[in-house]
């Protein structure tokens, strides 16, 4: 299996600009979770999904954060517009079950001007 | 709200040594908890999951305990070799019956040739 995907791997914007992020899960992985990882506040959940479905959005910072998971097979972190305090590394992770062994992405770096 | 701490933040010791890094967390009311790896710019690697029921795993040089009682567990790293170089993060789930979990901020290793 090629693992959890995630595109872009960079991503530099400028400030008020839409940015989407994009997750593929490992095939038949049933839960999927969006984290964002920075040097003060280490890595943070922000969303997660079973079966397609979020379950808990707490963690989302603003509303300018918005996450869809349409299939089992894809999910978009969106951001919009983007603030300079935005910038991190956003991971994907994905698991059979909401409480096994979670499988991470690359992550994106996003910049944001 | 599950918190987790890693001591020590930073390690840096000789090629061949023995050495723990240690987490501690608030919540015992936990179903497992996990150890990563994360190398710099990349994403995190699952290195041994606990169940709640589980005194400890093993996996090659890799020994992670749990000591649930005392909100503790260690992973000890036998022989150290330079490639075992990176941080070292602790997870537990986030409290409260809740999937998706809560990270320590890692101690950083450095396993010196």
């Known amino acids: 299996d090629a693992g959890v995907i995630q595109s872009p791997r960079h991503e530099v914007t400028e400030m008020g600009q839409e940015v989407t992020l994009r997750c593929k899960p490992i095939?038949?992985?049933?839960?999927l979770f969006w984290y964002r990882q920075t040097m003060m506040r280490g890595l943070e959940l922000l969303i997660y999904?079973?079966?397609?479905?979020?379950?808990?959005d707490s963690g989302m910072p603003e509303d300018r954060f918005s996450a869809k998971m349409p299939n089992a097979s894809f999910s978009t972190l969106k951001i919009q517009p983007s603030e300079p305090r935005d910038s991190a590394v956003y991971f994907c992770?994905?698991?059979?079950?909401?409480?096994?062994?979670?499988?991470f992405g690359p992550g994106t770096r996003l910049t944001v001007l | 709200k599950q918190e987790v701490t890693q001591i020590p933040a930073a390690l840096s010791v000789p090629e061949g040594e023995n050495l723990v890094l240690n987490c501690s967390f608030t919540?015992?009311?936990?179903?497992?908890l996990q150890w990563f790896r994360q190398d710099p710019g990349k994403g995190l690697t699952s290195l041994l999951l606990i169940q709640s029921s589980q005194r400890e795993q093993t996996s090659g040089r890799l020994n992670a305990s749990l000591d649930k009682s005392s909100g503790r567990s260690t992973l000890y790293i036998a022989a150290s070799q330079p490639g075992d170089s990176a941080t070292y993060l602790c997870?537990?789930?986030?409290?409260?019956?809740?999937?998706?979990?809560?990270f320590g901020k890692g101690t950083h290793l450095i396993i010196q040739p």
């Open positions: 997870a537990l789930p986030r409290g409260g019956g809740a999937d998706g979990l809560t």
């Open positions: 992770a994905s698991s059979f079950g909401g409480r096994d062994t979670q499988y």
């Open positions: 999904f079973n079966n397609n479905v979020p379950i808990d």
């Open positions: 919540d015992s009311a936990i179903y497992n």
């Open positions: 095939s038949g992985h049933n839960s």
